[in-house]
């Protein structure tokens, strides 16, 4: 028996992916480009599994018209659940599972920021482009003198522990459940110690703006920030601050708080305005980049298979269920 699932927010990459993957499944997807909402909420009749991306929050309303069309099961195409209310989902009897893909598409691209961060790269490209090729202002610093405080030790962050290793430089860790070899204390001793600080937790009540104001105020004046979470698990505003300030050395940002709307869309020529990411990028310490870090061949197919791996497995326990 051929199984249906609709797959929304689906981009031409995800596409070919889908085209190629599900007939080994089994599987007959119903795709669209558009994001899951109360006016497509159709499509999904007559399959229980539906595939959502990441990139626009689901509202309630939308889930209560999938689950009138008969949805039982979604699948996000993200690690992240941030985009859509999982407590509403379960009163309505529907049950919500993420996906897992190669955690060293994020790791190494954290890695990287952390690079051009410490060697100035923003600075030295734009310099180099306008023909500049003086030394002064572009001087670095190498990672195996530094301390590197991870936040979050999940798939993700023990990856970034296993490569910085390689570096030689002394690695502490915060999580509340320790699975790495690294040097684990509390969060507060880790931001005072630390001159990198990298984010690799989920966002959830708790983690909300989990580097506050108070919390920044630990850091040395000297030490960067590097997000490749969620946005929302830096107080963007007195992020700012600290930035324009003086009390922080710089970050390296590949999520921001209110993307949503900005980032996955072509802007040229357009004035962005309000907000903080434009403020970001007038700051010369600071890089952007638009939540691209997961963003590799490898991961991108991991995506696909394991949604429609999820979704299989859905329709396999309800079976027997």
């Known amino acids: ?3 249906g699932i609709t797959v929304y927010g689906c981009e031409p990459d995800e596409e070919l992916l889908y085209r190629e993957l599900a007939p080994h499944f089994g599987v007959l997807p119903t795709i669209t480009a558009a994001a899951v909402s109360e006016a497509n909420s ?10 959502v991306g990441h990139k626009t929050r689901i509202t309630n309303a939308t889930l209560l018209d999938l689950s009138r069309a008969g949805v039982e099961y979604i699948s996000t195409r993200s690690i992240g659940y941030n985009h859509l209310d999982l407590e509403f989902a379960a009163r309505l009897g529907i049950s919500v599972e ?17 690079l051009m961060s410490l060697r100035n790269a923003r600075a030295m490209i734009r310099r180099t482009e306008a023909q500049d090729y003086r030394l002064d ?3 670095g610093r190498e990672l195996h ?5 991870v936040v979050g030790t999940g798939r993700i962050g023990a990856a970034v522990v296993n490569r910085l290793r390689g570096f030689g430089c002394r690695i502490l860790a915060y999580d509340s459940e320790p699975r790495t070899s690294a040097d684990y204390v509390s969060l507060d001793e880790l931001l005072r110690l630390s001159d990198i600080v990298t984010l690799h937790t989920p966002l959830t ?22 997000n490749t979470g969620r946005g929302a698990l830096i107080d963007t505003e007195a992020l700012i601050a600290a930035l324009e300030g003086g009390r922080l050395g710089g970050a390296a940002l590949d999520v921001v708080e209110g993307e949503e709307g900005i980032f996955y869309a072509d802007h040229r020529g357009k004035e962005i305005s309000g907000g903080p990411l434009r403020r970001l990028q007038k700051l010369p310490n600071v890089l952007i980049s638009p939540h691209t870090a997961y963003y590799t061949d490898r991961a991108l197919r991991d ?4 949604s429609l791996a999820n979704c299989l497995k859905f329709e396999s326990r309800s079976q027997y269920a």
């Open 42 to 51: 159709d499509l999904a009749v007559g399959n229980r599994c539906v595939s």
């Open 98 to 114: 993420n996906v897992s893909y190669s955690p060293d598409s994020v790791a190494d691209y954290t890695l990287l920021l952390m």
């Open 205 to 226: 009540a708790e983690t909300h703006h989990l580097l506050n104001r108070q919390r920044l105020k630990k850091l040395r004046p000297s030490a960067l920030v590097v």
């Open 137 to 139: 202002e572009v001087r």
């Open 303 to 306: 995506t696909v298979e394991n």
């Open 145 to 149: 003198d530094l301390v590197i405080g």
């Open 1 to 3: 028996m051929t199984i």
